[in-house]
């Protein structure tokens, strides 16, 4: 039974690194050696300073299977409007239905929420299988060097490296 366990502040950093562990391996997975084309400055797939950003006002959760940690989530609620800013299951433990488990916990756990937003890069043939054929989200804008996200402050069309940095904006309507 898959359950999501708030993260203690003394468990930051752990969190941290098992998302940069699963993020890594599934990079990998799709690229095999080849993934070093999708890191971020620090060599992660996922930095360091945009997972700390993120508990800025986010609410972050390990999720656990039968008692086992086997990956985290979190999100960003803000009335009726929620963001799905990171889902991941560990290494070892995906193809199990935790991580859509997770997402049904998340349902249940906040049911005035409306409207849920998520993103994922378009190389991620399973992350988009799992947002739009599993948990029921469209697909409801396509960023790329041509048509940046509004609110990105940071993008830099001159550092727009290849196909990895395109992704996708992904919505559910709860209504």
Known sequence: ???????????????????????????QEIF??????????????????????????????????????????????EDDIAA??????????????IGYAAWCELEEMFPKVEIWVATTQCFDKRNIHFFVNKCGFYVT???NRHHHDQEDPDFNSDEYVSLYDDYFRLMKWMV
């Not at 799905?84 to 995906?94: C, H, K, N, Q, R």
């Open 1 to 27: 039974m898959v359950k999501l366990i708030p993260v203690k502040e003394n468990e930051k950093e752990q969190f941290i690194l098992d998302c940069q562990d699963a993020y890594t391996s599934g990079a």
């Open 32 to 77: 095999s050696i080849q993934y070093t084309q999708i890191t971020e400055d620090d060599g992660q797939v996922i930095s360091r300073s945009a997972l700390e950003d993120l508990f800025t006002d986010g609410i972050a959760y390990n999720i656990f299977d039968d008692g086992v940690k086997a990956g985290g989530v979190m999100v960003h609620v």
């Open 84 to 97: 799905l800013s990171i889902i991941f299951v560990a290494p070892g433990e995906t193809n199990k239905g």
């Open 141 to 143: 804008e396509y960023f």
